[in-house]
């Protein structure tokens, strides 16, 4: 059996993990650079700060739950590398939109910039709709069986990696160079998503529905009658919107609570992607390329255990004098830092392990040609969920919650994700 990192020297996984390496970079530099921005030079209100955040998320998550079961019928009906090719060719075009919107608020034309921006959220939610189900359903039909759960940990790494990248990257650059760079990365991306090899149809040509409700409810229907099926997608969702909660709360938490600049709220967002990196990898080791689910509610109860302590941490968090923030270097020599970036670590790493093998049973649990589809009908119920997680942000911050008590909310779902997580397990004994 090849080493799950011997995959990445094969062309039949290299070029897929490069071209969603570059496309998890590239979108999360647009989005961590608009946030940043917003944050930090647009507004000044915790609570429109927390707003903005929460809307942005939300709308990126809209494609998802409108578009996502028409991209599963057509990933299984047409050839998946060809959609690849469509699809980036589409970023350069997307990206392009929103650096025009970024350099348009940055030069003092802030309605029209934001709209734009916000615009291209939009749209990027509907670039990543369509390559969402084809990243995790090409990978049964070019790898071998007991090297989906390897190749599955490497595309979660890799995309937390790139996410790590994209947002250090975004919280040290400017906005202008910002605004370059997407451009020149999804270009790139368009040259590496060439070289993906061909993966067609697997089955007969399907009839496709154009509606998208229609084809969503057809498709959720479809699928959640599988009782293992069910639960790994209510836990994935759960998961989601765990990580919508943190993502929504870590900037403003970063300047209302910590007292820090836009490079440390950049700072925390890496290391969470770090973490769920790692976490990825250790559970693949733990479970040796066989698929269980059988750690999942352990590494989710650790998670809420973490989360409770991070919130804890920042309620007695020292904050820098009135109207002045810390910097980088001033906030990683504060005498608490390294115990609340720790923290943060350990949350990431939990979610990590909980996570991962819940994706290899969308592709393991039914036959090649519904892969798809299956990782759309996840994708409509998870973009479902974290949109009710955003506009819950949205309701609770507007009865006066700061960042610090919604941690709390995240432990409790925690709870849940971990009820379901054990069911998943018995189920599939």
């Given at each position: 059996m090849i080493n799950a990192l011997g995959l990445l020297k094969e062309r039949r996984f290299l070029p897929l993990f490069v071209t969603q390496f570059l496309g998890a970079f590239n979108d999360n530099l647009f989005k961590t650079a608009m946030v940043l921005f917003a944050t930090y030079q647009v507004f000044n209100d915790p609570a429109v700060e927390s707003n903005f955040n929460a809307l942005a998320t939300g709308l990126s998550l809209i494609p998802f739950f409108l578009l996502s079961a028409l991209s599963g019928?057509?990933?299984?009906?047409?050839?998946?590398?060809?959609?690849?090719?469509?699809?980036?060719?589409?970023?350069?075009?997307?990206?392009?939109?929103?650096?025009?919107?970024?350099?348009?608020?940055?030069?003092?034309?802030?309605?029209?910039?934001?709209?734009?921006?916000?615009?291209?959220?939009?749209?990027?939610?509907?670039?990543?709709?369509?390559?969402?189900?084809?990243?995790?359903?090409?990978?049964?039909?070019?790898?071998?069986?007991?090297?989906?759960?390897?190749?599955?940990?490497?595309?979660?790494?890799?995309?937390?990696?790139?996410?790590?990248?994209?947002?250090?990257?975004?919280?040290?650059?400017?906005?202008?160079?910002?605004?370059?760079?997407?451009?020149?990365?999804?270009?790139?991306?368009?040259?590496?998503?060439?070289q993906v090899p061909p993966a067609p149809r697997m089955g007969p040509m399907l009839a496709i529905n154009w509606n998208p409700f229609t084809a969503s409810w057809h498709l959720i229907r479809q699928t959640m009658h599988i009782k293992r099926l069910f639960l790994a997608i209510c836990a994935i969702s759960f998961f989601w919107t765990i990580g919508a909660v943190l993502i929504v709360v870590f900037p403003p938490l970063a300047k209302n609570v910590l007292t820090a600049d836009e490079r440390v709220a950049s700072l925390?967002?890496?290391?969470?992607?770090?973490?769920?990196?790692?976490?990825?990898?250790?559970?693949?080791?733990?479970?040796?390329?066989?698929?269980?689910a059988k750690h999942a509610p352990a590494s989710v109860i650790g998670m809420a255990v973490c989360v409770v302590?991070?919130?804890?941490?920042?309620?007695?968090?020292?904050?820098?004098?009135?109207?002045?923030?810390?910097?980088?270097?001033?906030?990683?020599?504060?005498?608490?830092?390294?115990?609340?970036?720790?923290?943060?670590?350990?949350?990431?790493?939990?979610?990590?392990?909980?996570?991962?093998?819940?994706?290899?049973?969308?592709?393991?649990?039914?036959?090649?040609?519904?892969?798809?589809?299956?990782?759309?009908?996840?994708?409509?119920?998870?973009?479902?969920?974290?949109?009710?997680?955003?506009?819950?942000?949205?309701?609770?911050?507007?009865m006066g919650v700061g960042p610090a008590d919604m941690l709390l909310l995240v432990a409790a779902m925690c709870l849940v994700a971990a009820w379901i997580a054990r069911a998943l397990h018995r189920a599939c004994d």
């Open positions: 019928q057509l990933a299984d009906s047409y050839d998946k590398a060809r959609i690849i090719r469509l699809v980036k060719l589409a970023e350069i075009f997307i990206m392009m939109f929103g650096a025009a919107g970024l350099l348009i608020a940055k030069h003092g034309h802030t309605t029209p910039g934001v709209v734009m921006m916000l615009g291209s959220v939009l749209l990027l939610g509907v670039h990543s709709t369509f390559f969402g189900p084809i990243k995790y359903a090409i990978l049964p039909q070019h790898l071998d069986d007991d090297q989906v759960l390897g190749g599955t940990g490497l595309v979660e790494a890799g995309t937390y990696l790139s996410i790590l990248l994209g947002t250090v990257v975004a919280g040290w650059i400017s906005v202008e160079a910002a605004a370059g760079l997407v451009i020149i990365v999804a270009c790139v991306g368009l040259l590496a998503g060439r925390m967002i890496a290391i969470f992607s770090v973490g769920v990196a790692i976490g990825s990898i250790i559970i693949n080791s733990m479970l040796k390329s066989h698929i269980s302590a991070f919130s804890i941490e920042a309620r007695f968090w020292q904050p820098a004098a009135p109207g002045m923030l810390y910097g980088i270097w001033d906030f990683i020599s504060h005498p608490q830092s390294l115990i609340v970036l720790g923290t943060l670590m350990a949350i990431a790493i939990t979610g990590g392990m909980f996570v991962v093998p819940l994706y290899a049973f969308l592709t393991t649990t039914v036959t090649k040609d519904q892969t798809a589809r299956t990782v759309a009908a996840n994708n409509v119920v998870n973009a479902g969920a974290m949109t009710i997680g955003a506009l819950a942000v949205i309701a609770i911050t507007a």
